[in-house]
Every structure is written in structure tokens, then in C-alpha cells.
């Protein structure tokens, strides 16, 4: 999160499509991201390494990438950092042992938030902040509940969860740093289409809302 005032676009694979079509869907939305996530909890970590192969032969540049988990295999990679769980080793363990990653921790409360700003993460996605289909029956957060995280955490923030271009206006006004999308972009007819809608929702609220200010 080099600059600040930048709102950023994550966009998280979906753990249900084989490498081809991940590359390929990558290879031509990325211009419009700024994080793209490998999410593919099923994947060997020979897998990974051969996929980011495959997407830097196909123009994604490696400062855009962020393994989920594989600390190792984003180091050993060279590419940009890691994205931490619930059931990820500990932020401030992984920070020692690999200092060059820029690490990202998923929480789901303002405690988990504040224990991974002092463990050292560099940004935060949270969520889910509307219902989602990648979240059955898991009920939103809402928008206050994410003002309210904005307020006390003091690192960046990513919210997540059933966000549509529409529902960027209301994100951007709390705060937020940027967006995760998973299954509006990589399972969409048409994804480049559906990226380019969300980058340009997310920039047009950013002019807004810092002409505002």
C-alpha cells in the first residue's frame, strides 16, 4: 500500500476454475488490478509456482501477485506477498522469516483486526460485508460495522463480501482502502468487462469523495 490515497482493486481466484482459465482471465484483466490473489487451497505448491509461471509469460507482473498461505511460495517466487488466515501461522512469525513479503491478514472482527496491526500486517481484508454466495447463510456485516473496523484499526483496510460496482459508492465512504472481489470478476460472462466496471466505480468514488474532503 505505497500510496495512501490510492483505493485499491484485489481480485481473489475462486478455487473453481482449472489454470488455464485463470491465466488466461488474468492475463487480460490485470491492468485494471492492483492485487491479484492465488486462492487455490487444493493446489501443491509445484502448482503454484508453475501457475505464476504462467502468468508472468503472460504479462502479469509478479509486484501484482499475492499467494494465499504460501509464504514460501511467494517468496521463492519473488512475488509481491502472502495472505494470511485464520488458520495461517502468525503474522509477526511469517514477517520475521520472510521481511521482503508485504503480508495481508483476512479478519472477521475489530479484535482479529487489532491483533494483526500490532503482529505487524500491512493491510487487512475484511468481511463479509453484504451476503454472499461464497458465504451461505453467513449474514453481512454492513457498512457501519466496517466504518466502525476503519475507525479502529489503524492499518488498511480491504472490505470484502457481495460488493457490486453499484455498492462501491457506500464502501469508499467509510474509509476503506480498496475492494477484494472473488466470483463478480473471475466468474462473470464477461471479466475484463466486469473488472474495468469495478476499477472505474472505485476511482470515480475516490475523485468524489477526496474532492469532498
Request: aromatic letters at 6%; hydrophobic letters at 40%; proline letters at 5%.
Amino acid at each position: 500500500m505505497e500510496n495512501e490515497k490510492k483505493r485499491q482493486l484485489h481480485v481473489i481466484s475462486t478455487g473453481n476454475q482449472s489454470r488455464e482459465e485463470l491465466v488466461e482471465i488474468s492475463k487480460i484483466i490485470h491492468p485494471y488490478v492492483d492485487i491479484l490473489h492465488l486462492r487455490e487451497k487444493k493446489w501443491t505448491g509445484k502448482e503454484l509456482t508453475e501457475t505464476i509461471g504462467h502468468l508472468a509469460a503472460a504479462g502479469v507482473p509478479l509486484r501484482k501477485l499475492c499467494i494465499n498461505d504460501r509464504a514460501d511460495i511467494a517468496c521463492i517466487n519473488n512475488v509481491r506477498g502472502v495472505q494470511l488466515g485464520y488458520h495461517s501461522a502468525p503474522v509477526c512469525m511469517v514477517k520475521n522469516v520472510f521481511p521482503s513479503l508485504k503480508i495481508g491478514a483476512s479478519v472477521h472482527t475489530i479484535q482479529e483486526g487489532q491483533k494483526a496491526h500490532e503482529q505487524g500486517a500491512d493491510y487487512l481484508i475484511y468481511g463479509n460485508i453484504y451476503s454472499t454466495p461464497s458465504k451461505p447463510g453467513k449474514i453481512g456485516t454492513g457498512v457501519e460495522r466496517l466504518r466502525e473496523f476503519v475507525l479502529k484499526v489503524p492499518v488498511p483496510v480491504i472490505a470484502i463480501g457481495g460488493i457490486t460496482p453499484i455498492r462501491v459508492k457506500e464502501i469508499v465512504r467509510t474509509g476503506a482502502k480498496g475492494i477484494a472481489v472473488l466470483s463478480g470478476i473471475f466468474l462473470a460472462k464477461d471479466p475484463l468487462e466486469a473488472a474495468r466496471s469495478y476499477y472505474e466505480a472505485l476511482h470515480k468514488e475516490v475523485k468524489q469523495f477526496d474532492d469532498s474532503v
